[in-house]
């Protein structure tokens, strides 16, 4: 290959590093990232690779290898650079979810990986995955809309749970600041309700135990063992599946944060 050619094909892929973050994901932090990543590419093979192949670079087997190591170095760079927009968001999104636990150790937080839901649906899975899947303990923090509490479905897995001796707390009268009063005949709707729930659970004798209990004044929860704790703002035991913008949650892995959240909740209520 004439030298002008592959010096041309070097500034080439370089300068569509730089552009390919901006032009497909709207992100100087991934073009960034891809052009220096594609920079340091050529640098190990200028000066490491040629040096030991100069007689192979454009033959055989060895032809494979720059295209393995420059797609290695794309899909490093575009996943640090999602997960670093996706932290930028969440802590955009901190004041919101209205917790002090969060907001107070949140640059701990988001050195471990965050996700999100944000249909119902997504939700929904959730929050049965969890109940099927726990070891220990399931908290559930709702608002008052909680007729999924009724559900059939829903009471046969909370059930299955029940029976593997997990220990499930269920808080409810969580409401968003601005949103109008509660009624209360509502109030008193969602009591019974989950008052039938308990003498249900307390019936069958399972080997886990259910507890319900008033819990105001933060966003909605999920928290699984010490494995994840979701906090957004969907009602989990409501029956409602549409969307709207609040019910966007985020999936937190950091274990310090979901044992002391946990902890809080558990403890609070029984103080």
């Known amino acids: 290959m004439d030298p002008l050619y592959w010096v041309g094909s070097i500034g080439v892929t370089i300068t569509f590093g730089f ?12 073009a960034k990232w891809l052009g220096f990543g594609i920079i340091g590419y050529w640098l190990i093979w200028t000066f490491a690779l040629i040096s030991i192949f100069a007689a192979y670079i454009f033959h055989g087997k060895l032809a494979i290898y720059p295209g393995i190591l420059v797609v290695i170095i794309f899909h490093l ?4 650079m999602r997960r670093s927009r996706k932290n930028e968001e969440f802590i955009a999104d901190v004041d919101r979810l209205d917790n002090q636990v969060l907001s107070e150790h949140i640059k701990t937080i988001i050195k471990d990986p965050i996700d999100t839901l944000q249909t119902h649906e997504e939700h929904r899975k959730k929050l049965i995955n969890a109940l099927k899947t726990a070891n220990e303990t ?3 923090l709702s608002g008052w809309a909680v007729s999924y509490a009724e559900d059939k479905e829903f009471r046969s897995i909370l059930g299955g749970c029940l029976k593997r001796g997990v220990m499930v707390y269920i808080g409810y009268g969580n409401q968003n600041s601005g949103t109008k009063t509660i009624e209360r005949s509502v109030k008193q709707e969602t009591s019974e309700t989950l008052d039938n729930l308990m003498e249900w659970c307390v019936n069958k004798k399972w080997e886990g135990r259910l507890e319900v209990f008033y819990y105001a004044g933060q966003s909605n929860a999920l928290i699984k063992d010490d494995k994840y704790a979701i906090i957004g703002g969907l009602n ?3 029956d409602n599946g549409s969307l709207n ?5 985020w999936i937190i892995s950091n274990r310090d944060f979901i044992i002391q959240e946990r902890d ?6 029984q103080e």
């Open 138 to 140: 399931v908290v559930i």
């Open 236 to 238: 989990w035991l409501s």
């Open 264 to 269: 809080k909740i558990v403890m609070g209520h």
């Open 77 to 80: 760079n575009h996943r640090q």
């Open 19 to 30: 552009l390919f973050g901006r032009k497909i994901d709207k992100s100087y932090e991934l």
């Open 245 to 249: 913008t609040d019910e966007l949650s």
